[in-house]
């Protein structure tokens, strides 16, 4: 038996807050409307996707006592890449003086579970790969239109990372996992080149309970684990009522959520990872412990994965 390990993780939040309050000078909209039909507070905003990366990047690298020239393939999961050409991850390998292969994947904000799968499969197919970088970075307000309420004061900018490291006697790491996507959904959220997000909100809202409540209920079952089992459910952080309904639906005790989204608003690829490394630094995460992550985004896309926690 050969698997992988998460052996270290890092995040990084630009350092302007911006508040509710700071919406409600500007636009007509309100901190109540807000906290209630979303559960965002505050969010933060700045930096770009590659400077983002490289901070938490470096620190996934530091806490698992490695060297940047350690890691062997970099996988950069983004929505909002620095430039057309080359891949963000260009940027990231460079100067943080990574080896070997390195490359973008784009799955919208479920993106993240999508790149830690893809380099776990990586790692373990026996390529020529041993360490891996998985990192999920954003800079949503580069596409966010601040003068629409709608869309403003829910997206913004993060990053978060973790290195995996494969061992020829270490269990899977991912014990089941489900990648999915709804091309016909496409309309419902998008992005031209050059413009800002589109988004029928509430078909959003609606699709998402849907295949996630789904996606993460057949990764249960694929894992041939009760949903009771799950120690830590980690989920996209687009809406708190979102996250309530999968709770609620999948069977999942309320207090093994982790939730970001109030002090970071949604940060696509970056939300999944930042909501873990809080976790992984509270020490809610023991030797063992089964780790559930779902996530949708613009595509439609869904992707989940029942991990099982050792380092
Ligand atoms: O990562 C994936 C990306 N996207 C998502 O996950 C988004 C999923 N959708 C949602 O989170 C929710 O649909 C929203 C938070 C976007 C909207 O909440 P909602 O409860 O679905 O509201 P709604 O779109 O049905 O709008 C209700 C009302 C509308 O006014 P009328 O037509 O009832 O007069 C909106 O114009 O709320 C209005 N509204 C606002 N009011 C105050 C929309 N945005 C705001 C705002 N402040 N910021």
């Given at each position: ?137 954003d800079?949503l ?15 913004a900018d993060g ?78 952080q ?26 970071t608003g949604n940060t696509s690829?970056a939300s999944?990872?930042l ?37």
């Amino acid at each position: 038996m050969s698997g992988s390990s998460i052996t270290g993780w890092g995040s990084a939040l630009p350092e302007k807050v911006v508040t509710n309050a700071d919406f409600e000078a500007r636009l007509d909209t309100s901190d109540a409307w807000i906290v209630e039909r979303t559960g965002i507070r505050e969010r933060r905003i700045g930096g770009t996707t590659s400077s983002l990366a490289i901070e938490a990047g470096a620190a996934a690298i530091t806490r698992a006592g490695l060297s940047p020239s350690d890691i062997d393939l970099l996988v950069l999961s983004t929505t909002t890449p620095d430039k057309a050409v080359p891949a963000t991850s260009a940027t990231v390998h460079a100067q943080l003086g990574c080896s070997g292969a390195a490359f973008d994947l784009n799955a919208a904000c479920a993106g993240y579970v999508y790149a830690l799968v893809t380099a776990d499969a990586m790692l373990t197919a026996r390529i020529g790969f041993d360490r891996a970088l998985v990192i999920g970075s954003d800079t949503l307000s580069s596409i966010t239109d601040f003068e629409d309420r709608s869309t403003a004061v829910l997206f913004a900018d993060g990053a978060g990372a973790v290195v995996l490291e494969h061992r020829q006697d270490s269990e899977p790491l991912v014990l089941a996992s489900d990648l999915g996507l709804d091309g016909s959904l496409l309309p419902i959220l998008y992005c031209e080149h050059g413009g800002y997000l589109k988004m029928e909100g509430r078909e959003v809202f609606r699709r998402a309970v849907r295949v996630t409540v789904d996606s993460a209920a057949k990764v249960i079952a694929q894992a041939g684990i009760a949903a009771d089992e799950i120690a830590l459910f980690v989920p996209h952080q687009a809406n708190q009522r979102i996250i309530d309904a999968m709770i609620q639906r999948l069977g999942i005790p309320r207090e093994r959520a982790v939730i970001v989204l109030d002090r970071t608003g949604n940060t696509s690829s970056a939300s999944i990872p930042l909501a873990l490394v809080e976790a992984a630094d509270a020490g809610r995460l023991s030797e063992g412990d089964l780790v559930l992550f779902s996530g949708f985004g613009a595509g439609m896309t869904w992707a989940s994965a029942v991990v099982r926690w050792h380092q």
